[in-house]
């Protein structure tokens, strides 16, 4: 599950320990990117379908902290309920999908979406969206997003501009973002299993991974008070499109 190629199962094991504290780290720090950072990065160390299935449960547990503990998810359900149940079919599609792509496309798709992560981050557009389409345009980046979300674990870009454009308070913000996100956390899960990415020893594997994340995401909060969070941020953007760049130049050249 953790074996990589040239290195000792010990050294293998700290390395992609170090991966998880690093990526959620970054998750800490700025609130975001702790699933994009460990597939760019993992992704060039290991086969993608086994860095998917490694996400699945840090991916699970940190969503459904943010959803209790921010005391909004009765309020996002009944908000946002077209797109969390988009977002869960478009998640188990992709998840379905995923598990039938070749290594090399895979990495390929990884990589797309990491650079458009960083874009569109580094762009961060200003978007208002009027009441009344919100729940057709939701459906619509709903379904389109869990797609992605279920090939990559990754659904950041499209989900925080949609967010963004309703105008919610931070309060809101992160309680909405923590019950979408939840709600394709399960069929990804699910999925993964069912496609037989996520078995027994995937999910040893990925239990374990909760370690290094929990003190990933504790490091990443103290920092935040030492650093200067936009600096950080653009750095950390502009070194995950080079980490993008090469999962694709990796794929086409697989």
Not at 172 to 191: M, Q, R
Request: a positive charge; one cysteine or more.
């Amino acid at each position: 599950m953790i074996a990589i190629a040239g290195l000792s199962p010990a050294i293998g094991l700290l390395v992609v320990a170090t991966i998880l504290v690093v990526a959620a780290a970054v998750k800490g720090t700025l609130g975001l990117g702790m699933p994009v950072f460990s597939v760019s990065l993992l992704g060039g160390l290991l086969d993608p379908h086994a860095v998917l299935a490694l996400m699945v449960v840090p991916v699970l547990a940190s969503n459904l902290w943010q959803a209790l503990q921010s005391g909004y998810w009765r309020t996002a359900c009944r908000r946002f309920w077209p797109m969390i149940v988009c977002f869960a079919i478009g998640t188990a599609i992709g998840g379905y999908w995923m598990a039938r792509i070749d290594p090399a496309r895979l990495l390929t798709i990884l990589g797309v979406i990491a650079i458009a992560f960083a874009l569109v981050n580094l762009i961060k557009p200003d978007l208002r969206l009027a009441a009344r389409h919100r729940n057709w345009v939701g459906a619509v980046v709903g379904g389109s997003t869990g797609v992605v979300n279920g090939l990559s674990t990754v659904n950041g870009p499209p989900l925080l501009m949609y967010l963004v454009a309703c105008g919610l308070d931070r309060e809101e913000f992160v309680g909405a973002y923590g019950v979408i996100a939840l709600a394709g956390a399960v069929p990804l899960a699910a999925t993964y299993a069912y496609t037989g990415v996520f078995g027994a020893t995937e999910a040893y594997w990925s239990t374990l991974a909760l370690l290094p994340v929990f003190a990933g995401l504790w490091l990443g909060r103290r920092l935040r008070r030492h650093i200067q969070p936009e600096v950080f941020r653009r750095v950390l953007l502009v070194l995950l499109m080079l980490l993008g760049a090469n999962l694709i130049r990796r794929g086409l050249y697989a």
